[in-house]
């Protein structure tokens, strides 16, 4: 009977991360539109797009080869399962003992290794200049995210998400400088994974200064579709990544009521509109930066990432 | 007939078909002859050798034989324990798929006289090195595995650069061999007992036992290539024709890490916790500098070579992890980082001899190594490319692959670092932490330039675009190698499990077991600390994939039109605008090279209506080979120079030094107390 | 041994050394060759002594080899064969004379200092006659090792062998000592026929390669 | 039967002498060529047979002349095979030198009998228990050898021949002054005449003889034989010796006369060791060994005549092998031992290889011998098997050798094992840079197919691979009895 409740309650989590990863990228380009004060498309513009998309016929380029068909699914389907691991709304999920922090880390990579091959696939230049800068992004990026990771791993004593909330809830985790560190580092990252505005602008197609987009030139059709929904899930991914570590309260233990996964799910929609709130202001008030300073910006999310571990053990209180 | 009589008896098969092979090497169908009968030997010799791990040889009592060949008056020893049988396991199923892959990839070979001799030879001497039980058997074969591998690497000998590889290899080889002479010279002591059983018994004084380290390092460093000894193999594993260097790569070097393992932690025991510190900054500063490197090749076989310097590096940062664990007593890590080395060691011989015969096939195909020429090989070689993208996602340590896995045991080592009592490793483990993610990361970009340039895209040359597959032999050598590396990757729990008695006869302790957890995951330590299950992520994503595709299938519309490249609307552009390997690794390089390799990039852009065409160069350099080895280089010359002076002198002169040395000598006499 | 006779002896063998000295001081090669001949003849009488004294008879034979041989025939052959070779009388010293003069006091007292260390016990005449064969046999080197010319290096063996003589002979009782000196005298005959043979003008230099032209530059060995 | 092999035995170290002495006077009177060439090789195999026949028969007590003992049938054995080796190798080799008009048959006459005189002289040299009788065996074999060397009569080889002739001779002088010191030394202990010179007498009243004059003598006897084996500052003569003689002369000389020298100074040295407060002869043997090692090991760099590089990797390894004894103790001494017998073989099979590729190629420089396992299979792979024997890889014996010396001196002198294996990778490095310029590569110069006789040569290196691997027990038994004799 607990399995069966559990694989509910993992469905549940699968599905809901789904629709709700639209709605999100939705939330975040009002927001920005608004804060222009532009009137902007509504919320639900990104589920109209995927479905025209999922409807319009795909355009394959000559020298494409099977990887580049394969590719989109691929990607859609890893990224879902990394998302349906992370604890929304309730943690100890049924699947959350597969894959720890680490090896969420490295299903984002493959994600990144199969993207920069698709943008490489079709031959073009623009795919090249995509697929080598998402290359030099991900080398400095991944170091980062292990490093935020021996942080909390060191700190909590463990890897697995569902462990590391419950030691956030508990008192014994107080305030801690390296933890502060590890959370800047983090959302770093995250901008940098997510392809958002210092690193790369996700709203223009503008040739020279596109990361992600250029990997994505040739898609088109369902295969985009497929794409902009891996895309989204992912932002929503680290964002519940963020809220998961950082903002834990209110996550439904295993095994309680449905009154407590409401509430969960209640704080977990209260929590996705604040990041993505934040998120959009973030961007509205920076500017993109130029490709080759996204190293230092880089940098600095990995002299943080050590820093923070090294913090973490000099003594243990920090 | 014990099994460890078994397998001195397929070496000394190996070695008869050896000398069969000198005899009539002449002659065409020696070819598949010699490669079948290596086949068959090291096959026998994996099956033996895996049925002892199986079966788990108790780690004391081990089967042992002495023959009355070697030194005259010891005879030579030979041995079977846990730690040998795994060894013999790594190197024989290297030698069987090599041999398979061979028996197609050989009849393309023009000069088999220079190669067919020396494989068994080779495979032969790598098997007895493992097998070894006194310091002469060790030291004969190990030595007579670098002579049949340099004569492998002097196979092409007319191509110059292959003799100044097969030069460098040879000379470093013997340096590496004179300082196990000296460490073993150290071990046996003046009484010259060189059994290995003599040397485990008798105690050595910790300066020794620093030394002794330090030697190992040197010696057995050199043949595996870390740091500052790697620069001999970037030019000799490409330079052997491809089956070769991947035994080379994926083998020898693992025959390496046997050798420091088993000096390092059977023969002198205890270690002072401070060699840890060593091993862990040469590893690290090995696994950053190899792949480096490697992302700045365009050469395939060159980029694999040092991407092998990366691993390397990684093997023996695990081991150093081991060390210090062990030195401080903490059992259960050091067993953990032990796992984590040799479940690499395992893995690394996996895919980086998937990916040498990878390169081997499309050498085969288009007689090409550099990637600028290569391109759109995935249309002309689908089986090939399916498996070099496994190898390549293997290697970049990406699930559900092996390389994932035995990377997720070392930093679950790293995390234990925090209970170790020393300042100086408390603060240098999560620095190494960091440079192995970082090498990690940068491995895979590597191999997205490797896969990418060679296989995606279109065609650069008309070489690349009339390829054809090779055959089905070596097909089936590399499909094998892919399955295993999927197999590793998806059930580890069953490896680590095999691998136990390897760390309970190596560090005396063994990693909690594995096979007995639910679903098949792997949990080092504790439930609730970390655990990983490879089967269920590569189902739960096969499961999400196919859902989506029916999904798709079922509701979007399936209409499909192929039409040129959109590429922003640029019509038929040559495929010379494609990204080589050069411009992907240029942001690379920009962000490491210029600290790393001094990177200086020129660009000469004429002034307009100027008919000069615009230069582009890239001007790197090899640190350590300009500023350690040409150095001495120079230092030798300068002395034979001078030296040399002595050959043209009169007679008198000659006379003269007689008389000088006669009168030095009686000077000594007259002032000797 | 008693005193007088043991004075004798010593007397020749310091002689012999004082000659020695004499050779290192010459600059033209007749007058060297005449020192030379001197040197042999002293040799001769204190290999004549010794056989006196240790009435062995085959020392005779060895003094007489001495005398005709080293003292008469080969000065004789070297002084024909520098008239007609005509090579050049002056003798060219690598070290100035003054120099060569010093480093041969030099070596006159390490040799004494060396055999200072033989114990009392061995026969007195042994611990002197070997510090003065040494003497002689260093000069003798020294000669060879600081003359430019070929003739002159010769000169210098032949005194060296000179000083290998008296040390034979100074052994009471060595046997071979004659087969010794006239396994000597053989070879001193094959080097003068060399000299003779290659037309060794000047020095031995110009049989070594770099003086050679067709050999200048081309350094093929 | 002991009577019976006392008067074999007595046979044998006779016919050991004689055999040579009557050979060479046959030689000297048959002219032509087909016949003195296998009359010299028919001598090497009887001198040869008489040697093996030592090992059978017991050996005879020392007499006033004579001694054999387990040391110098060692040598005797060794010198006799690779002489007869040589005979068959200088057979085919001066059969091509007539072809092509380098030598006339009127010097082959001359060239068989000191061939025979030689071997005559060496083994008269092994087997002498006069020390004095000793001093002029080693005179006549070197003499005969510089005239072999300027067998040529072309410029090189006389000025080659002079060298080796004046240096020579002062080495002579200085042994001759050595043995005499030794004979002052043993007088008054042993007594005058033949007694004094004998010497299993002096071994055993060694210790009461005087240190000083001892030191003095093994001082002049170490620089006066040593010059003969080539060490370091005295070595001066070898190189141009090898180089400009013919080849089996160059074989004969590396791979035997410097073992003869050795062997006078290996005697010599057990009559110091005797005498406890005499100055120890290791350190000094070390030190000039090590010099050679390394001075020879830099002077292969510039080499360019393949001869002379040869040469002087027989002045290195001659180096390590005094080494070798210079350190002492069973282990060192076995390895010295069995690197002496190993480089004899080595050597002198690579100098075979490198007669016959000289005569392809018509020239000795190393630039224009290219490519040789490409176009002469057979003598390509011969000397690529020899270099990487004498190179001390594995399986050769000297490999074994090697690693016995390393080891044990680092266990025992590890200040001085340094500086011996810094030697070895500098010789290392040079030797193997040669092999691969010259087997490897583009062929370049003639390619006529070699009438070569490869059966010297590869019994030479056959012996030398499996020494490497296994050698056989009364062998190990009996080279450990010298080991021990040796101290």
Not at chain 2, 174 to 189: D, N, Q
Not at chain 2, 526 to 532: D, F, I, L, T
Not at chain 4, 245 to 250: K, N
């Amino acid at each position: 009977m607990v399995v069966i409740s559990a694989l509910l309650v993992q469905s549940l989590q699968m599905a809901v991360v789904v629709l709700l990863a639209p709605l999100l990228t939705g939330f975040i380009r009002l927001i920005k539109a608004r804060l222009l004060r532009r009137r902007g498309p509504s919320m639900i513009q990104p589920y109209r797009d995927i479905l025209r998309l999922l409807r319009k016929e795909v355009v394959l380029a000559e020298s494409a080869s099977w990887l580049f068909r394969v590719t989109p699914y691929l990607i859609f389907a890893i990224t879902w399962v990394a998302a349906a691991i992370i604890p929304t709304f309730a943690t100890g999920l049924i699947f959350s003992w597969t894959a720890d922090l680490i090896a969420i880390t490295a299903l984002l990579g493959s994600t990144r290794f199969f993207l920069a091959l698709a943008g490489m696939d079709v031959g073009t230049s623009f795919g090249g200049i995509g697929s080598s800068r998402e290359a030099m992004i991900a080398t400095l990026a991944e170091p980062s995210m292990l490093l935020v990771i021996f942080t909390l791993a060191l700190i909590a004593g463990s890897t697995q998400l569902s462990t590391i909330a419950a030691f956030m809830t508990s008192p014994q985790v107080g305030l801690r400088v390296s933890l502060a560190i590890a959370l800047i580092a983090l959302i770093m990252v995250a901008v940098a994974e997510n392809g958002r505005i210092p690193i790369d602008n996700p709203a223009t197609h503008l040739e020279l200064t596109m990361v992600h987009e250029a990997m994505v030139l040739e898609y088109s059709g369902r295969h985009l579709a497929m794409i902009e929904l891996a895309a989204s899930l992912k932002l929503l991914l680290y964002i519940s990544l963020i809220a998961c570590i950082f903002v834990p309260w209110k996550l439904a233990a295993l095994g309680e009521g449905p009154s407590a996964y409401l509430v969960g799910m209640l704080a977990y929609l209260i929590k996705l509109a604040a990041g993505g709130a934040l998120l959009a202001l973030f961007e509205t008030a920076t500017a993109k930066m130029r490709v080759f300073r996204v190293p230092e910006f880089l940098g600095a999310a990995l002299m943080l990432g050590l820093l923070a571990t090294l913090l973490r053990f000099v003594s243990r209180s920090l | 007939m014990t099994p460890l009589a078994g397998l001195v008896a397929c070496v000394a098969a190996l070695l008869g078909t050896a000398i069969l092979a000198v005899l009539n090497a002449r002659s065409g169908r020696s070819t598949p002859v010699v490669y079948g009968a290596s086949l068959v030997f090291s096959g026998v010799a994996l099956v033996t050798a895996l049925a002892s791990l199986a079966a788990g040889l108790p780690s004391t009592g081990a089967s042992a034989l002495v023959l009355p060949v070697g030194l005259p008056w010891l005879g030579s020893h030979f041995r079977l324990d846990p730690l040998a049988a795994f060894f013999l396991t790594v190197i024989n199923l290297g030698g069987v798929l090599s041999s398979l892959y061979a028996l197609g990839y050989g009849r393309h070979e023009h000069a088999p006289h220079r190669v067919l001799p020396f494989f068994p030879a080779f495979l032969g001497g790598m098997n007895l090195v493992i097998l070894a039980d006194d310091a002469f058997t060790f030291l004969i074969s190990w030595e007579f595995m670098s002579l049949a591998s340099w004569a492998l690497v002097m196979a092409h000998h007319h191509d110059a650069s292959n003799r100044k590889a097969g030069y460098i290899y040879i000379v470093m080889a013997s340096f590496g061999t004179l300082a196990l002479f000296i460490a073993f010279g150290l071990l046996a002591g003046p009484a010259g007992d060189y059994g290995f059983a003599a040397i485990r018994i008798s105690e050595h004084p910790p300066l020794t036992a620093g030394l002794v380290l330090v030697l190992l390092l040197l010696g057995a460093g050199s043949k595996a290539g870390l740091a500052p000894l790697h620069v001999w193999l970037p030019l000799a594993h490409p330079a052997a024709p491809s089956h070769v260097s991947a035994l080379m790569s994926g083998v020898m070097t693992k025959v390496a890490v046997y050798a420091f393992i088993r000096v390092v932690f059977d023969l002198l025991g205890m270690q002072v916790w401070w060699s840890g510190i060593i091993i862990l900054i040469v590893g690290s500063g090995t696994a950053v500098l190899g792949i480096l490197q490697a992302l700045m090749e365009s050469d395939l076989k060159r980029l694999l070579a040092y991407s092998t310097i990366e691993n390397i590096g990684l093997i023996f940062v695990s081991l150093g992890l081991a060390l210090a664990f062990k030195a401080n007593g903490m059992g259960l890590a050091a067993a953990l980082a032990m796992t984590a080395a040799l479940f690499h060691v395992l893995n690394h011989s996996f895919f980086k001899s998937l990916l040498f015969f990878g390169a081997g096939a499309v050498l085969t195909a288009t007689g090409e190594r550099d990637m600028d020429k290569l391109g759109g090989l995935i249309h002309r070689m689908p089986v090939t490319s399916i498996v070099f993208l496994v190898g390549s996602v293997a290697i970049s340590a990406l699930p559900p692959f092996n390389g994932f896995v035995s990377e997720w045991l070392a930093f679950q080592a790293i995390l234990q670092s925090p209970d170790l009592p020393q300042w100086g490793l408390k603060i240098l483990v999560p620095a190494v932490g960091g440079l192995l993610a970082l090498s990690a990361a940068l491995a895979a970009a590597c191999f997205v330039k490797a896969f990418g340039v060679t296989f995606l895209g279109r065609p650069r040359t008309i070489a690349a675009g009339q390829a054809l597959e090779v055959d089905r032999l070596s097909l089936a050598a590399m499909s094998i190698l892919a399955a295993l590396c999927l197999l590793a990757g998806i059930l580890p729990g069953i490896v680590i499990d095999g691998l136990a008695p390897v760390t309970l006869s190596v560090i005396g302790d063994r990693m909690p077991v594995q096979t007995d957890i639910a679903w098949l995951s792997i949990v080092p330590i504790a439930e609730s600390r970390s655990s990983y299950n490879g089967l269920l992520v590569f189902l739960f994503t096969l499961f999400s994939a196919s859902l989506t595709a029916y999904l798709i299938r079922r509701f979007a519309s399936r209409a499909l039109r192929r039409a040129p490249a959109w590429d922003c609307g640029f019509p038929e552009t040559s495929p010379a605008t494609q990204y080589t390997a050069g411009s992907f690794a240029q942001p690379i390089r920009r962000v490491f090279g210029t600290l790393v390799f001094r990177v200086r990039e020129s660009v000469d852009m004429p002034a307009p209506g100027d008919l000069r065409p615009a230069r582009f160069a890239v001007e790197a350099h090899d640190l350590i080979w300009e500023w350690l080895y040409l150095p001495i280089a120079g230092a030798v010359g300068f002395a034979a120079e001078k030296l040399n002076y002595l050959q043209f002198l009169t007679i008198r002169r000659y006379l003269s030094l007689v008389f000088l040395a006669l009168v030095f000598l009686l000077l000594v006499l007259a002032l000797w107390s | 041994m008693s005193g007088p006779v043991l004075d004798i002896a010593h007397m020749l063998a310091g002689g012999l050394v004082l000659v020695s000295m004499m050779m290192l001081y010459q600059d033209r090669l007749y007058a060297l060759l005449n020192v030379f001949a001197l040197h042999s003849l002293i040799l001769t009488l204190s290999v004549a002594w010794q056989a006196f004294v240790q009435d062995a008879p085959h020392l005779y034979v060895t003094a007489a080899i001495a005398l005709l041989f080293k003292a008469i025939v080969i000065p004789v052959v070297l002084h024909r064969m520098i008239r007609q070779l005509g090579i050049h009388r002056e003798i060219e010293t690598v070290v100035g004379i003054g120099l060569t003069m010093l480093a041969g006091i030099g070596l006159v007292a390490l040799a004494t200092a060396v055999m200072l260390r033989v114990t009392p016990q061995a026969d007195p005449l042994a611990r002197e006659d070997l510090a003065f064969a040494l003497s002689v046999l260093l000069l003798g080197l020294l000669i060879m090792v600081t003359r430019r010319n070929a003739v002159s290096q010769v000169v210098g063996f032949m005194s060296l062998e000179n000083g290998l003589v008296l040390a034979a002979t100074g052994a009471k009782g060595m046997p071979l000592v004659v087969e010794i000196s006239v396994a000597f005298s053989i070879l001193i005959a094959f080097i003068v026929i060399g000299v003779f043979l290659f037309r060794i003008r000047e020095r031995f230099d110009t049989v070594d390669v770099r003086a050679l032209d067709d050999f200048k530059g081309r350094r093929r060995k | 039967m002991s009577v019976f092999s006392s008067v074999l035995n007595s046979d044998a170290v006779t016919a050991v002498l004689v055999i040579p002495i009557v050979a060479a006077a046959l030689l000297a009177l048959l002219p032509g060529y087909r016949m003195p060439a296998r009359l010299n090789v028919f001598a090497s195999l009887l001198t040869f047979l008489a040697a093996l026949s030592l090992f059978v028969t017991g050996q005879p007590a020392p007499g006033q002349y004579l001694l054999v003992d387990d040391l110098n049938i060692a040598f005797i054995v060794l010198n006799a095979f690779v002489g007869f080796t040589t005979s068959i190798f200088s057979a085919s080799y001066i059969a091509h030198e007539l072809e092509i008009g380098r030598l006339t048959p009127a010097n082959l006459r001359f060239y068989h009998a000191m061939y025979q005189i030689m071997m005559f002289g060496m083994n008269l040299a092994f087997v002498s228990n006069n020390i004095g009788l000793m001093w002029v065996a080693v005179e006549l074999a070197t003499l005969t050898t510089v005239l072999m060397v300027g067998l040529y009569r072309t410029h090189e080889a006389l000025e080659a021949a002079w060298k080796y002739f004046i240096l020579g001779s002062v080495g002579i002088a200085f042994a001759l002054f050595g043995t005499i010191l030794v004979y002052l030394a043993a007088q008054p202990v042993v007594g005058e005449g033949y007694d004094a010179m004998v010497w299993t007498i002096l071994i055993e009243h060694a210790a009461a003889f005087d240190p000083a004059l001892l030191n003095v003598a093994f001082v002049f006897l170490l620089l006066g034989y040593g010059t003969k084996v080539g060490l370091a500052p005295l070595h001066a003569w070898l190189p141009d010796a090898h180089a400009e003689g013919p080849t089996p002369i160059s074989a004969v000389l590396s791979g035997l006369l410097l073992n003869v020298a050795l062997y006078a100074v290996l005697r010599f040295k057990m009559l110091l060791s005797a005498n406890p407060d005499a100055l120890a002869p290791g350190p000094l043997m070390m030190t000039m060994g090590l010099v050679s090692l390394i001075f020879a090991a830099f002077m292969l760099y510039r080499r360019r005549d393949i001869k002379r590089l040869f040469a002087y990797s027989s002045i290195e390894h001659m180096g390590i092998i005094v080494f070798a004894f210079g350190l002492g103790g069973p282990i060192a001494n076995f390895a010295g031992l069995l690197h002496m017998v190993m480089h004899s073989l080595t050597k002198s099979a690579i100098f075979f290889a490198v007669g016959h590729i000289a005569q392809i190629k018509g020239t000795q420089r190393l630039s224009a011998i290219r490519g040789l396992t490409e176009t002469h299979p057979g003598l390509g792979w011969g000397l690529v098997t020899g270099v990487v024997a004498i190179a001390g890889l594995p399986p050769a014996g000297i490999f074994m050798s090697e690693f016995l010396i390393v080891s044990s001196a680092f266990a025992k002198q590890p200040l001085l094992a340094i500086p011996l294996v810094f030697g070895l990778l500098i010789a290392f490095g040079a030797l193997l840079l040669r092999l691969t310029g010259a087997a490897f590569g583009q062929p370049r110069g003639s390619v006529m197919p070699a009438d070569a006789s490869y059966i010297p040569m590869y019994a030479h290196l056959a012996l030398v691979l499996i020494a490497g691997v296994y050698l056989p027990s009364p062998l190990v038994a009996w080279f450990q009895h010298i080991a021990n004799l040796l101290r």
